[in-house]
């Protein structure tokens, strides 16, 4: 029986609609959710114009090994947390940026990243350690789905909000 803890992924960057098909398929076989104890995912849970964030609150080892492996031949940008398993893993941030490796960072249980003194002995100045701080927080992009709507300018967004009454 595999150990299970929470796990989530944000995804981002470009795809076709036949590899968006073949995502969809591999996040029902990993059973992720669009929220914390959520239904299943399905297409119509994707916010246009957002990171795909996924959620499983039992997952095994910790680890979207089929999901994860798929983002990488497909050069998706991801972010994957996952707690820890006492006794066995401490909670991890994997980051895969598009490109190059998957990287790992130590974090504690609320997704802050750490130092130990071997890794900050070895990046060698506080400006190192504060480029290692900078890498691990990778801003997922939003996943843009080949027929998506064009992105809405924010200036356009800002004056098709509703205006608030003045008081007073």
């Known amino acids: 029986m595999a ?8 995804i981002g960057g470009e795809i076709s609609a036949p590899v968006f098909a073949e995502l969809l398929h591999i996040i029902a076989f990993e059973g992720l959710s669009p929220e914390w104890g959520g239904e299943p995912f399905d297409a119509e849970s994707r916010v246009v114009g957002q990171p795909l964030a996924l959620f499983d609150e039992s997952c095994a ?11 990488v031949e497909k050069s998706l940008p991801f972010v994957r ?5 006492p006794g066995e893993w401490s909670p991890e941030r994997l980051v895969y940026r598009g490109s190059g490796t998957v990287d790992s960072y130590m974090i504690d249980e609320s997704d802050r990243v750490l130092l ?3 890794l900050l002995v070895e990046l ?5 350690a504060m480029a290692y701080f900078d890498t691990a927080e990778f801003a997922v992009p939003p996943l843009v789905v080949e027929g998506d709507p064009p992105p809405v300018p924010a200036a356009a967004e800002s004056a098709a909000a509703p205006r608030e009454a003045s008081h007073g």
């Open 3 to 10: 150990d299970r803890v929470p796990a989530s992924i944000e």
């Open 61 to 71: 080892w910790g680890k979207i090994d089929n999901l994860e492996a798929f983002c």
């Open 81 to 85: 947390w996952s707690g820890s398993y």
């Open 116 to 118: 130990d003194r071997r």
């Open 124 to 128: 060698g100045s506080i400006e190192a």
